[in-house]
């Protein structure tokens, strides 16, 4: 599985943009870049994937550099309710079905 | 609907007591994961199931013993514990490539 780095911690102010950012230097050129965030004691949840393009959706940003090594997730107007753990991982798709295997993600805090 | 339902929320056993856990989806997902997340760490894969047939046990005690009675259920049968298996137990589940989490069972071991 390809390794993700991500920084341990990360703050934003409510109502500005949160920059997540995560290197991924031995991406395969078929392996996928998928976000999640855990909310303190729950469930994972699903954010965004991505592979060449950039993507967005009703939550986020995913933006995947040419090179493919590194990649952010914007969350545009963060709110309190986006405080949380963010995971980058790198999935490899098996036979039976596809491994996530979670790295220890960024701890976002988003300040009134 | 991308829910996956978990029961009981919360779990107290003892290290000599039999208990199971069980997971729930309706969404037509023909693969299911137990994922185990120990305090301030990330969840760590434990076992998956594709089209009902065990794919992955990533090397798991034999005191954990999954079941998959159908397409829809999964089942954490547990038998004694220890209690550092104390742990929020997650349940997943993914049709094409993208995971689905339910709430996880927060399972505490005396």
Sequence with gaps: DAKT?????MDCAEGRAANLPCNHSTISGNEY??????????????IIHGLKNNETNEMASLIITEDRKSSTLILPHATLRDTAVYYCIVRVEGTSGSRLTFGEGTQLTVNP | DTEVTQTPKHLVMGMTNKKSLKCEQHMGHRAMYWYKQK???????????????LSINESVPSRFS?????????????????????????????????????????????
């Design chain 1, 5 to 9: 780095t991500q920084p341990p911690s």
């Design chain 1, 33 to 46: 870049v998928y976000w999640y965030r855990q909310i303190h004691s729950q469930g994972p949840q699903y």
């Design chain 2, 39 to 53: 305090a301030k760490k990330p969840p760590e894969l434990m076992f998956v199931y594709s089209y009902e047939k």
């Design chain 2, 66 to 110: 999954p079941e998959c009675p159908n397409s829809s259920l999964l089942n954490l049968h547990l038998h004694a514990l220890q209690p550092e298996d104390s742990a929020l137990y997650l349940c997943a589940s993914s049709q094409e490539k993208t995971q689905y989490f339910g709430p996880g069972t927060r399972l505490l071991v005396l």
